[in-house]
């Protein structure tokens, strides 16, 4: 009956609900309660989740591809869902854990993801404009040609990340970790470096005129 009451639009509330390996793909979800639900290998796939509350949700293994997440997902576990092709833009992953995760082809755009786990993580040419970095666990994780630009990346860890061609120009990246990180040809103009290690770093080609 619960199942069926959240299909229909019925029920928008179930915090807390264990809703394990349920089928909620294509479905309007729009502001729904899922904040601290259990998720684990649920299927959201094209679900519009915009506005939901998902917040210290588990949803490891989930299956989101395709689903609008501009939703608030601060603290949520992640931890090997696929996000293939997701909607993030803006939206609240603070702390959130995406160890694993598959993130290609999504919009970080604007996207609140202050303190995340999103180590070795892939993320090549994702478009991460404008978005809340700081403190963000980044290392070893692959950003080629990913677009970084006007991010806040404020004593962020990228210590060994892959970031060849990417685009910070104008980000923030005061006290940003880049130890042993490939920066080979990326655009660092208008850069904030301040305090930014950059010990072992390969910066073959990278564009750091004026960088501050």
């Known amino acids: 009956m619960t199942i069926e009451a959240i299909k229909s639009?019925?029920?928008?509330?179930?915090?807390?609900?264990?809703?394990?390996?349920?089928?909620?793909?294509?479905?309007?979800?729009?502001?729904?309660?899922?904040?601290?639900?259990?998720?684990?290998?649920?299927?959201?796939?094209?679900?519009?989740?915009?506005?939901?509350?998902?917040?210290?949700?588990?949803?490891?293994?989930?299956s989101l591809v395709g689903a609008d997440l501009r939703a608030n997902l601060m603290g949520a576990n992640l931890m090997q869902a696929d996000l293939t092709s997701a909607d993030l833009r803006g939206s609240n992953l603070r702390g959130a854990n995406l160890m694993g995760a598959r993130l290609s082809q999504v919009s970080l755009a604007g996207a609140f993801l202050s303190g995340a786990n999103l180590m070795s993580v892939n993320l090549q040419d994702v478009d991460l404009r404008g978005a809340d970095l700081r403190g963000v666990n980044l290392?070893?994780?692959?950003?080629?040609?990913?677009?970084?630009?006007?991010?806040?990346?404020?004593?962020?860890?990228?210590?060994?990340?892959?970031?060849?061609?990417?685009?910070?120009?104008?980000?923030?990246?005061?006290?940003?970790?880049?130890?042993?990180?490939?920066?080979?040809c990326a655009e660092l103009e208008g850069a904030k470096l301040n305090g930014t290690t950059l010990e072992k770093a390969c910066l073959l080609g990278t564009t750091i005129m004026e960088a501050v």
């Open 9 to 62: 639009g019925e029920l928008k509330k179930f915090p807390g609900g264990d809703l394990e390996d349920e089928d909620f793909s294509q479905l309007d979800l729009r502001r729904i309660n899922f904040a601290g639900a259990k998720l684990v290998g649920t299927d959201f796939r094209e679900s519009n989740l915009e506005g939901a509350h998902l917040e210290g949700a588990n949803l490891m293994g989930a």
């Open 139 to 184: 290392s070893r994780a692959n950003l080629k040609g990913a677009d970084l630009s006007n991010a806040d990346l404020q004593g962020a860890f990228l210590s060994e990340a892959n970031l060849e061609e990417a685009d910070f120009r104008g980000a923030n990246l005061m006290g940003a970790n880049l130890m042993g990180a490939n920066l080979l």
